[in-house]
C-alpha cells in the first residue's frame, strides 16, 4: 500500500477497537492499516493525552466501498460504538487537535497551543465541524471563528509553562 494513497476509514482513541475493525475489513478483503498518529500529537501539538490517534485506513480506491461497509456494520453490531464519529455527518475521519496539518497557520497554532490559548477540538474534515471531546458543558460563548471565547491567560516564559 502506498502511503499516500491511504485513507481513514474510522478513527478511535484505543487500539483495541480499532484492530477489530482493521481485522474485519481484512476479512472481507479489504487491505486495511492501522495509524497510530500519537506520538505526531504528543510531538508536534503537544498533546498530553493523544485522541482520535489510532486509526483504521483503507487505499484510496477502496474508500468509499470500506467506508460503506463500516457504516452497514456499524447499524447492523456497532462496529463504530467505540470510535470517535462525527455528531453531524456521521463520518469517523475526525483530527484532533482540530489544527489544520496543511495550513501555513500551523506554526502560529503550534504556539498558540503551547501557551494554552485555544481549546482542543475534534475536527472532521468531511463537513468541517468541530466540536469539544469533553462532555457537554453549558453551553459555551462562541466567537466568529467558532472558538469558544476565553480570556488568553497572561504569558508567561515558555520555560514556565513546559509540560514535560
Ligand atoms: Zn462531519
Redesign the pocket.
Known amino acids: 500500500m502506498k502511503l499516500e494513497e491511504l485513507m481513514t476509514v474510522a478513527t478511535f482513541s484505543e487500539a483495541a477497537p480499532a484492530d477489530t475493525l482493521r481485522q474485519r475489513l481484512e476479512a472481507a478483503r479489504i487491505p486495511a492499516q492501522l495509524f497510530d498518529e500519537g506520538m505526531t500529537q504528543r510531538i508536534w501539538w503537544l498533546v498530553p493525552r493523544p485522541k482520535a490517534h489510532m486509526r483504521v485506513r483503507v487505499e484510496k480506491e477502496r474508500f468509499e466501498e470500506a467506508e460503506a461497509l463500516v457504516r452497514r456494520w456499524n447499524e447492523e453490531d456497532g462496529a463504530l460504538k467505540d470510535a470517535v464519529v462525527?455528531p453531524?455527518?456521521g463520518?469517523s475521519r475526525v483530527e484532533y487537535p482540530q489544527y489544520s496539518r496543511r495550513t501555513l497557520m500551523t506554526f502560529f497554532f503550534g504556539i498558540a497551543n503551547l501557551f494554552g490559548y485555544l481549546p482542543r477540538l475534534y475536527f472532521?474534515p468531511?463537513?468541517q465541524?468541530t466540536w469539544s471531546p469533553e462532555p457537554p458543558k453549558p453551553e459555551p460563548e462562541l466567537d466568529v471563528l467558532n472558538w469558544a471565547v476565553k480570556r488568553p491567560r497572561k504569558a508567561t516564559a515558555p520555560a514556565a509553562r513546559s509540560r514535560r
Request: hydrophobic share 25%.
Open positions: 462525527c453531524e455527518c463520518a472532521c468531511v463537513c465541524y
